[in-house]
């Protein structure tokens, strides 16, 4: 499905639907004809499952889920004609938010609840810097790196992501 693309000013955004709530991507045109690129949040749970071909909600893996997010964003980049690969791009901010675990309840399971919160923590951790270290190794790292483990109202969700980026179309030492 097309990108519909709505220009005012300095800004372009990329949305779908006829009553839209958000735009997948907004740039920013700068005057020195870079972009600043903004991409929207992705949510885990029943959107995972869908567009993201994870099979199972209940137990979040960030080392499938977060590779997977930035090839989402990648195919949009690529769809709405802003760039051809997530390496054109140079990463300002991150911000991730872990939803909390399906199970165990906290209430039945304390201490496995309490376990489970760490494991998320660690492994979401571990599975951004290894994205930036594996699959964006020359780029430099994001100024923000924001990571919080909390609910959020999808109640599905495993995780929720956005992002801000530059693309710099002139060269880049």
Not at 14 to 27: G, H, K, L, Q
Not at 106 to 115: K, L, N
Not at 126 to 138: G, S, T
Request: include cysteine; hydrophobic fraction near 40%; glycine fraction near 6%.
């Amino acid at each position: 499905m097309a990108f519909d693309i709505k220009r005012r000013g300095k800004l372009t955004y990329y949305y779908r639907a006829d009553r839209p709530v958000f735009s997948f991507i907004v740039t920013e045109a700068l005057p020195d004809g870079d972009l600043k690129v903004y991409l929207a949040g992705l949510t885990g749970g029943e959107s995972a499952t869908r567009n993201l071909g994870l099979t199972d909600t209940a137990t979040m893996d960030p080392d499938k889920e977060i590779p997977r997010v930035f090839q989402t964003w990648e195919s949009w980049l690529k769809e709405a004609g802003v760039c051809d690969s997530i390496r054109e791009l140079d990463f300002i901010e991150m911000h991730a938010f872990g939803c909390q675990p399906k199970s165990p309840s906290p209430f039945a399971d304390p201490a496995g609840y309490a376990a489970e919160l760490e494991r998320l923590r660690e492994a979401y951790a571990r599975a951004y810097a290894a994205y930036f270290r594996d699959h964006l190794p020359e780029h430099g790292l994001p100024a923000r790196f924001t990571v919080h483990v909390i609910d959020v109202p999808d109640k599905a969700a495993s995780y929720e992501f956005y992002t801000t980026a530059l693309l710099q179309r002139g060269a880049k030492t």
